[in-house]
């Protein structure tokens, strides 16, 4: 019986000092990694004009690649005919084409005057689709007269911009060389400014030609009447 006591106490020992081992060594594993730290996770690269992906246009590249997509739609535009029961529907969806190539467009830094135009354009746009939809000539001259306020809009925001084509619109028929208001005919010679110091040039007198008299022809006076008895020599 006492050896079996004396069995115990070793195995106890034994298993006691196991656990004590087992302990320390977990305790010296998290001692060492604590002071491990995550790695830090890799930042994605800008996507700037100049970044990885290259998305981002910077405004002077933003400016140029959508003077390139203005410009063809104001002559499509142009080139529309305007007695065109189409025409109207024709012009929507040119200028609808355009902002979205526009907005599809991204910008690495804000620009306020960019997005104040791309905002105008679709007052624009708005504006055409009314007049595509108008059902009578009330309607349609109405939508029209929207579209002339919004074109003004779109076209002092577009100069401010700095583009050279957006918001230069066309009329339909105007064609990419026009007049202006649908034209086509006869360009008007610019007049020189008038000098109100400088008195104007005044025409010479010419007189009249007058008309040469012809003098009244005379009646011969007839002799005395020697008849009454006078002396004869």
Known sequence: MAEMDIYM??????LGGLVLFFILFVLLVKSCGGD??????AEAPP?????????????EDFILQADEIC??????VGSLD???????QEEFVITRDELSALESLELAEPSPNIERFISDLSVVVGALRAKAKAGDPVAADAAQLEIDTAEVDARDSGERAGFSECGQFLDAGQGPSGGGGGGGGTPIEPTAPVD????????PVV?????PTTPAPTTPTAPPDDSGGGITP
């Open 71 to 76: 410009g063809p739609a104001n002559n499509a």
């Open 9 to 14: 106490r070793r195995r106890l020992v034994a």
């Open 82 to 88: 305007p007695d065109d029961p189409g025409a109207a």
């Open 196 to 203: 109100p110091s400088v008195p104007a040039p005044t025409e």
């Open 207 to 211: 007189p009249a030609p007058t008309e």
């Open 47 to 59: 996507t700037g004009a100049t970044g990885a992906t290259g998305g981002a246009l910077a405004e």
């Open 36 to 41: 491990d730290e995550p790695e830090p996770v």
